[in-house]
């Protein structure tokens, strides 16, 4: 009894009062007006030694919020059996706020989790169907964890913030179809030191098709109504109401507590949301591109020290073979859908150039890869300038003709000592970028 | 008697396992010390990372920011009341455990004239009493039995900051925030040891003003807490 004296978290009559009577003439304790909304910080995270992508940090003023990323290949459900899942788990720690319990997830964890999940899931957000390896049998099952590392208030929208940064940051490791009866799921380590006899190939992003953002109101009083709620705002309200939304101003999920709210209030609420879930998609956007670039730019450096042994060992022969079967490649890519052609195209190529630079001589066949569109255009910038092309286009409409014509430079490669010098070329790019 | 030795770690950042004062030295010496110092033997250990008070003659702690506070004599703290019992009212004071504030710890306090509190009042009180193991006990009158200030506090806002921010706000001279916004707002604070501060000003603005401007001075320094404010204060004028 004493204990949870001490542990539970409790506001004085004062507070409570001034919170009330200062929102009569519209100020908020932090300095806000009812309709603004904290500072929204997205980091992501670097600390993990195998996986760095699809995890982020989100903070929201105090609340502060860490979100993970990760897939596993299962059985798909059986009435689903060409969709993959993907599920929300939420982690309250007692750090966050003595108040949450460690062990059985409380009722605003379950809350919190549910709220998210049906705005990612219910609205279609995440392609499942892109996640599909073989129908019926294997299917990737993302999973989200959301842990609250501090609990200033609003806690919905930090932790869908955070989920979505993770997503978008995602990436899972590319799987083909092989072995002798050609079910046999072949796993392509996104790295050349994981221990592994497959090639390496670029893990993909998920497929996003919008971002779903919550922002949720709190009602304190009789009429009033505050847009993203503190910790101490969310002890006083009488009610609250959570609304997902996308950009395209399309509504996911309502999810509403307490109080009870004339229709006209709710109509203006979706209105204040339409206008800031295109502020934080927009913020959301701009962090996950600046760590794509990051990212990018990293892959450059890594992929330099490897391409410099080629000349060490004998290239002329090897160069030769994979050229050979590039072009082979490429013919069956022309043949195949020609929608798809450029994208196919520099795809085979950087699988081409990536063997030359790992020195894996076996030529191999590439079955149509469902997933090109996920293919990010920065990493492939990255990739073909790591690999020692020239120039390479900004725009990935033009990489297919370009990359045509490199082909052509490129073919000398087996001369005496072509490699070292296309090598060094690769660095001069490298320190451009 | 030899002359006295001082510490030379005074005013200086200390961490645990520091050995601040080597006593077989220092025989004839009488030394009180106070949270964070440890005896150990011949030598004063420090057990808690913070900054090393001396005060004349003998005195000797350690001051450090904490988001917890840990109960000592004397200090005057702002509680809020969680329950009340025949006996005593429980008061949460931010530790580890809850407070007593005996019912007759008020002035001019008999049985027949309880106070009555509601569950959520803010008291300013100090600790009387704070042993290891033992619920701390809470007082409304100061040492000769007179309200003074003590008492619960009406309206006003309060916050929860840390100890450290509560000591600088205590300090004298004057911290530079409290004095800047004080030339300019008039307003009523009280602020407890334990790391909470109230505030109380005619306008709900200057309410609000004062509240985030001392929030925000927790880690700057006295110059730029000045700055802070005049923009502060410039911007609302």
């Known amino acids: ?433 | 008697m030899t002359s006295t030795t001082v510490s030379s770690f005074i005013d200086k950042p200390v961490v645990p396992g520091d050995v601040i004062l080597d006593l077989s030295k220092m025989t004839d010496q009488t030394l009180k010390l106070g949270g964070g110092l440890q005896q150990d033997q011949d030598a004063i250990t420090v057990v808690q990372a913070g900054i090393l008070r001396f005060s004349k003659p003998n005195k000797y702690w350690i001051e450090s920011s904490h988001k917890r506070y840990i109960p000592t004599v004397g200090d005057t703290i702002l509680g809020i009341v969680v329950d009340q019992r025949a006996e005593s009212f429980f008061v949460d004071i931010k530790g580890p455990m809850v407070a007593f504030l005996p019912v007759l710890a008020f002035e001019g306090g008999t049985r027949r004239n309880i106070p009555k509190f509601e569950v959520g009042t803010l008291i300013y009180a100090r600790v009387v009493k704070a042993n290891t193991g033992m619920n701390p006990e809470l007082s409304c009158m100061d040492a000769s039995g007179k309200a003074a200030e003590f008492g619960p506090l009406k309206d006003g806002y309060m916050f929860e900051s840390s100890t450290g921010l509560s000591r600088m706000l205590l300090s004298s001279p004057t911290c530079p925030v409290l004095e800047g916004l004080g030339k300019k707002l008039a307003f009523e604070i009280a602020v407890g040891l334990n790391g909470r501060v109230w505030v109380n000003a005619e306008h709900k603005s200057s309410i609000i003003l004062v509240a985030n401007a001392i929030m925000n001075s927790e880690s700057l320094t006295p110059v730029q807490q000045k700055i802070m404010v005049e923009r502060l204060l410039d911007r609302v004028n």
């Open chain 1, 1 to 433: 009894m004493e204990q949870r004296l001490v542990n539970t978290w409790r506001m004085t009559v004062n507070e409570k009062k001034f919170i009330e009577s200062a929102l009569e003439s519209e100020l908020r304790i932090d300095g806000r007006r009812p309709f603004d909304y904290r500072r929204v910080t997205i980091k992501f995270g670097r600390f993990a030694i195998l996986r760095e992508d699809g995890s982020s940090e989100v903070q929201l003023g105090q609340t502060h919020v860490m979100s993970f990323v990760t897939s596993q290949l299962v059985q798909p459900y059986r009435d689903r059996p060409n969709e993959g899942t993907l599920s929300v788990f939420t982690e309250f720690s007692p750090m966050a706020d003595p108040s949450f319990e460690v062990g059985c997830p409380s009722e605003s964890a379950v809350e919190l989790g549910r709220i998210i999940d049906r705005g990612l899931r219910e609205s279609r957000a995440v392609d499942t169907e892109s996640l599909c390896v073989v129908a019926g049998k294997w299917v990737w099952s993302i999973r989200i964890d959301l842990h609250i590392l501090d609990n200033g208030g609003n806690l919905v929208d930090a932790a869908n913030i955070a989920a979505l940064a993770a997503l978008l940051t995602f990436r899972r490791p590319e799987c083909t179809l092989g072995g002798d009866d050609g079910q046999e799921v072949i796993m392509h380590p996104p790295e050349a030191h994981w221990v592994s006899n497959h090639h390496v190939r670029e893990p993909l992003s998920l497929t996003i098709h919008h971002l779903p953002i919550a922002v949720t109101f709190a009602f304190i009083g009789d009429e009033n109504m505050v847009i993203d709620p503190t910790h101490h705002e969310e002890a006083v309200m009488g009610g609250r109401m959570s609304v997902t939304l996308n950009s395209n101003g399309e509504v996911c999920a309502v999810q509403k507590a307490g109080q009870g709210v004339m229709q006209s209030v709710v109509m203006q609420c979706l209105r204040i949301v339409s206008v800031k879930a295109g502020d934080v998609t927009s913020k959301i956007k701009t962090a996950v591109e600046s760590y794509n670039t990051e990212r990018a730019l990293k892959m450059v450096k890594r992929h330099a020290p490897p391409s410099k042994a080629v000349d060490v060992s004998e290239p002329g022969q090897k160069a030769k073979q994979i050229l050979e079967g590039q072009k082979l490649k490429s013919e069956e890519c022309s043949v195949s859908q020609s929608d798809d052609m450029d994208v196919d195209q520099v795809h085979t190529y950087i699988h081409a150039l990536k063997e030359l630079t790992h020195l894996r001589g076996d030529v191999f066949l590439v079955s149509k890869d469902p997933y090109s569109e996920g293919v990010n255009t920065d990493e492939l910038k990255a990739t073909l300038a790591s690999c020692g092309s020239v120039a390479v286009p900004m725009k990935l409409v033009n990489l297919g003709d370009s990359i045509r014509d490199e082909t052509k430079s490129d073919e000398p490669l087996s001369d005496v000592n072509p490699v070292s010098s296309s090598t060094d070329s690769a660095g001069k790019e490298t320190r451009c970028c």
